[in-house]
């Protein structure tokens, strides 16, 4: 099967079944979407479908259609997406480990939101769980990157 990956395509042969999540770090070699629960309820494995975050944990690989996304593929050109220049500069992570999918997240809640609230933050970010409890930073750095997706940086 076919996939387009980060706007590359890639030839696999793998099992339909098989989890978008070990197709894209076994078989891709694409790793920071992580595996956290398995059963897409923490969201350290979010990546982007057209545009829509998916739990790639629990979305079979023969059912992909459309471009994936995963955090590898958000700079452009050398330059980071505005959320992730908000997550460097208010320094979001500890252990790091959810922050992928956080961002994954975070950009899907900006393209729908240009100036989301503390309540939309707060919906849009709840499906992605953090041990390290950044979420106060995490709810500001999402409004930093509004700022500076407003600002056209």
């Known amino acids: 099967m076919r996939l387009i990956v980060n706007g590359n395509s890639l030839e ?8 978008l ?3 894209l770090r076994d078989i891709a070699g694409i790793t920071g979407p992580k595996f956290g629960c ?13 545009g829509v975050p998916v739990r ?7 059912g992909v259609e459309g471009e994936i996304t995963t955090i590898e593929g958000l700079s ?3 330059k980071l997406h505005p959320v992730q220049q908000a997550w ?12 992928a999918g956080q961002i994954m997240t975070a950009v899907a809640l900006l393209d729908e939101i240009e100036n989301p609230t503390d309540a939309d933050i707060d919906n849009a970010m709840g499906g992605n769980l953090c041990r ?3 979420y106060p930073r995490i709810r500001a750095a999402v409004k930093r990157a509004a700022a500076l997706k407003t600002a056209g940086i």
């Open 56 to 62: 790639s944990c629990s979305m079979p690989v023969g």
């Open 21 to 23: 999540l070990w197709a």
């Open 132 to 134: 390290c409890g950044t």
């Open 76 to 78: 452009q050109d050398g």
């Open 12 to 19: 696999i042969d793998v099992d339909p079944e098989m989890p």
């Open 38 to 50: 398995g059963i897409a309820a923490c969201g350290a494995c979010t990546v982007h479908i057209d």
């Open 88 to 99: 460097l500069e208010t320094q979001v992570a500890q252990c790091g480990y959810c922050q």
